[in-house]
């Protein structure tokens, strides 16, 4: 029988707070909920996880899809879309909390590693019996960092090391994804499926008011059907425009009249100056090359049905969407020839090597010299080139779940706290051993906790609780808690473990490292192998940051929590060190 399923669709709700276009990751996601909210209504459910109250609320199927819609019928000139999307955000943010039961599934196909205590919320109910299903777009971030800015890049990393810890079943999207998640990732014993996104446009036809639209557009650029080849994808150094550029220039002079304009669409992304620049400096901005966004899906599938080819040299992707989009659209791409983008396009794409500018020169002049050979090429994608359903897909996930063996780890378990170990509850760096990234992070409780920082996290109110386990069999346990008071006048504390309060600290400001005996918790233990610790903490005071004269900081801030490090009788060199770095001001 299928399970419960309960699919979030946070990540697609807070992205429409952007604009009503969606690309990557977010067109994904809002193809498969169209298709999981046509399922059995009483086994499927959609829910967003509100950020004020770190908790999930319940929405309609009627709501979800009716946002989706409203988006994609979105044009300018009216009502503004921030309008429209408060109305629905309104609704969403009120609707009433889930209550999620044993054996239910989360399954999340968006990203939600900017979603602030996320993990902490997930682990709470993992200890419920709660499962998880994620899907995995791609590890980029994890094995060329370059390509990002450094704090995407810290997200994402403790994003897959939390999927590590906390997933039940991880969907990848290829071959070459679940490849790159065993390898960097390296998770235990977890059931890693692939669940490839070849899929058709949501509508097999354009309507006429899109046709109309995209071919005023081309007029507009002084453009004309068959004398433009289309580059879809976001403007970033990863996508690989600048080469394109420079092999456009090559072009306009050896082709002359018979080169043809290259139209980028995409949103303007990370590092993209350089691209624009570089366009604009050699002459073909607005001339020979055309950047746009915010298109329409029904315009978009218009200028990918009126381009001569497309064009996809990404130095490296999960998957390939656009490539998958151009085929399904019956034209030809021509395609880096890295990481997934083989199996986004199969025998039907062009391959080339997207370092090598000549590679890609000599790719584009065999179809603009020979007219017959890419219209052939095309005929072959229309006639041959079968994609998937996005219904089928759908339906793939669901079948994977409802075949998913059943949870036989401990729910109720707290995480374990190694003794002589370092935990930060601040990201400081990129994860690198996935295996123990030694987050404290893991150990937070409770809707106390915003989203970690560089060093430390902050705490929403007067109290908020930690939880973890240690070995009975370290003799004369103690951990040191390393705090933060809040911004502001002094605040002292109550310290409390396991709902016993050990200690008080007095007033004051900055840092604080607090020691916890837990020698008579570990006497009392009862005989079992580990010992369940849960440390609470509750702070005089809050700040209200809107009352700081020159704060940009609208959050109520409580204690700041930096690290934890734990010691037993035996740990006289670790003590010494800690100790030193204490004294030092290393940590």
Known sequence: ????????????????????????????????????????????????????????????????????????????????????????AKRALTAPLKQFDPGEWLTNVGASWALASYFVQVRQLRRRGVRLAVFCHDLIPARHPAYFDHIHTIEHTYWLAQIRETADVVFCNSESTRRDYLEIVKPPSQPVAVCRLDATWAKDHISPEADVAATELLSDLSVFDDEFVLCVGTIEPRKNHLTLIHVWD???????????????????GWKSDAVISQAKALGLLNSQIHFLSGL???????????????????????????????????????????????????????????????????????????????????????????????????????????????????TASLPILDINTFYRFGRPEPVKTFDHPRAAEIFCLGQAWYQPESWGTWTAREAAEIGFRISTANPRPTVFLGL??????????????????????????????????????????????????????????????????????ERMLGVAYLFIVGFDQTSMAERLEFLEQVVADEI
């Not at 090559?250 to 303007?268: D, E, F, Y």
């Not at 409390?496 to 020691?515: C, L, Y």
């Open 1 to 88: 029988t299928m399970p419960r399923v309960s699919f979030e669709v946070s990540d697609l709700f807070y992205f429409y707070a952007t604009g009503n276009t969606v690309t990557g990751i977010q067109r994904v996601q809002q193809e498969l909920c169209v298709q999981f909210a046509k399922q059995d209504q009483a086994h499927c459910e959609f829910v967003i996880y509100d950020r004020n109250v770190q908790k999930w609320r319940s929405v309609s199927k009627e709501w979800l899809l009716s946002l989706i819609e409203a988006a994609r019928a979105f044009r300018p000139g009216g009502e503004p879309w921030s309008s429209i999307y408060e109305v629905y």
């Open 250 to 268: 090559k072009l306009r002079h050896t082709h002359l009249n018979g080169c043809p304009k290259l139209i980028c669409v995409g949103r303007i």
């Open 296 to 410: 329409s899906d029904d315009v978009l599938q218009a200028l990918y049905r009126k381009c001569l080819f497309t064009m996809y040299v990404s130095y490296y992707e999960g998957w390939g969407l656009p490539i998958t989009e151009s085929l399904a659209a019956g034209k030809l791409c021509i395609a880096g020839g890295n990481s997934a983008l083989r199996e986004a396009g199969s025998n039907y794409a062009v391959y080339v090597d997207e370092r090598s500018e000549t590679s890609i020169y000599e790719a584009i002049c065999r179809f603009l010299d020979n007219r017959g050979a890419l219209n052939e090429a095309n005929a072959r994608v229309r006639r041959d080139y079968r994609p998937r359903a996005w219904e089928d897909i759908a339906r793939e996930i669901t079948v994977t779940l409802r075949d998913a063996p059943s949870d036989e780890r401990p």
């Open 484 to 553: 933060s008071s809040p911004p502001g006048p002094p605040a002292s504390l109550i310290i409390a473990v396991n709902g016993k309060q050990i200690k008080t600290v007095g007033e004051f400001t900055g840092r604080k490292v607090v020691r916890i005996s837990l020698e008579e918790e570990r006497q009392h233990a009862g005989g079992g192998t580990f010992l369940p610790v849960r440390i609470r903490v509750t702070a005089s005071r809050i700040q209200n940051m809107r009352e700081i004269e020159g704060s940009n900081d």
